[in-house]
């Protein structure tokens, strides 16, 4: 098979041309002898090179000077222990959204550590903020910016007083934000960054420093602020090619030209669906997102054989998640156009076929 579109949610498909570079670069990186994966992380070279990733990244989303961007391992699970110990004490409140599967493992895990007040609940829409009860003292508000399950997303931020911490996993880069709006923004790197087993966590400088005492040393963000992210070995494959994902990003023309290819590619594919009574998305037209295309067949008895008929047609992973069903299109800012407008015209055609 040659290369196909993959619509996974996760790991997902990156750009060709950053692979391209990668593999022309295996075996010996910039004339020096080997590979990324084979060099000391504390060397000049792989310093210079880690150091122009993070200055990218640091241009291309426009954080301020006041942030620090940290590296890290562990993927954005690990943050969701590791928010409580960095920001709050254990008889602290923190308010959490619980708007799909992810903000829920988040308020699980962040059960074991501190109070938890549940703004509002609900995991096919996004509630309105009249139904939002936020706590008068939280040390935090943390939310999931979009859930990549359901494929609901706020295309705001919550307007709250205090730090808004965000899991961006599956939004981060697909579109221009205010980084100043947020105290924490954190994401695992296997959406829009790179390999997964990797995380970025930027966070504003003044919440640094509260972490709890027994905070484990790798999950203390000062820690590895204080160490570039270099504690201990960091993941430094993965931090390679995420560096070369966002110079990709800035030569595509930055995430204001993301945010035009992720916004046509959407709506071409939500219009798509609407227009065709077989399939239908049960997202509120104004909370969907620009990510994660759910959608369902009109018989579901024919999902065994769209999934089986579309990767034959090179079209990958559709499959939807088992807590929604159905299928799921990821379509993440390494998704071609291309991609979508093959996608569609299967649809089409396997509706043809069988509606
Ligand atoms: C994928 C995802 C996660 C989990 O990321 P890991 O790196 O596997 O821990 C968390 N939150 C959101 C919103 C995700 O999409």
Known sequence: MSRAFNFSAGPAMLPEAVMRKAQAEMLNWNDTGMSVMEMSHRSK?????????????????GIPDNYKVLFTHGGASLQFSAIPLNLSQPNDVVDYFDTGVWSHKAIKEAQRYVNVN?????HHRIPDSSEWSLSSNAKYVHYTPNETISGVEFMKPPKVDVPLVADMSSTILSRPIDVSQFGVIYAGAQKNIGPAGLAIVIVREDLLGEARDNTPVLMNWQVTAENDSMY????????????????????????????????????????????????????EPSQRSW???????????????????????????????????GMRASIYNAMPEEGVEALIA?????AQRYG
């Open 45 to 61: 070279e792989y310093m210079e090179m880690a150091k122009h990733a993070e200055q990218t990244l640091r241009e291309i989303m």
């Open 291 to 325: 990510m994660n295309v759910p959608f369902t067949l009109k018989d579901s008895s024919l999902d065994s054989l769209f999934l089986e008929e579309s990767k034959k047609a090179g079209l990958l992973n559709l499959k939807g998640h088992k807590v929604v069903g």
């Open 118 to 122: 549940v703004v509002c609940e609900n």
């Open 232 to 283: 201990n070995t960091p993941p430094t494959y993965a931090w390679y090619l995420a560096g070369l994902v966002f110079d990709w990003i800035k030569e595509q023309g930055g995430v204001e030209a993301m945010a035009k290819h992720n916004q046509t590619k959407a709506s071409k594919l939500y219009a798509a669906i609407d227009a065709n009574p077989f399939y239908s998305n049960p997202v």
């Open 346 to 350: 299967f649809m089409n055609d396997f």
